[in-house]
């Protein structure tokens, strides 16, 4: 299993980038995928899922109204369409797939299960983002 993750670059603020994740070796059938990003010496950190069940989608705070996951299970796809990006936006962007499952879509002691990492098996290299003037 593979996923490949593109799309990052170098952009000024306010511009936008459209993430992909091309996922190989696995049908996305039945499997949630999440983005992740990581900023130079912070944590990891989760961006947006979408489900594969009925789609559902969730964002972290600091993305809501500017980034816009899909997917394409045909194409084995999934997208990250970020606008009005903000410097606060560098870093790595990981795509991951897990099983989709409800839990993911709960929340519990102030987060979301779905940004724990544990539950994804299958993860993409990465790719940069940045965002400055």
């Known amino acids: 299993v593979q996923l490949q993750a593109s799309g990052g670059g170098s952009v000024q603020p306010g511009e936008s980038l459209k993430l992909s994740c091309i996922v190989s070796?696995?049908?996305?059938?039945?499997?949630?995928i999440v983005w992740f990003r990581q900023a130079p010496g912070k944590e990891r950190e989760g961006v947006s899922i979408?489900?594969?069940?009925?789609?559902?989608?969730y964002y972290a705070d600091s993305v809501k109204g500017r980034f816009t996951i899909s997917r394409d299970n045909a194409k084995n796809t999934a997208y990250l369409q970020m606008s009005v990006l903000k410097p606060e936006d560098t870093a790595v962007y990981y795509c991951?797939?897990?099983?989709?499952?409800?839990?993911?879509?709960?929340?519990?002691?102030?987060?979301?299960?779905?940004?724990?990492?544990?539950?994804?098996?299958?993860w993409g290299q990465g790719t940069q983002v940045t965002v400055s003037s």
């Open positions: 979408i489900g594969d069940t009925d789609g559902t989608t």
């Open positions: 991951a797939a897990g099983v989709d499952r409800e839990v993911l879509y709960t929340y519990y002691s102030g987060r979301y299960y779905w940004v724990n990492e544990v539950w994804y098996d299958y």
């Open positions: 070796g696995l049908s996305l059938r039945n499997y949630a």
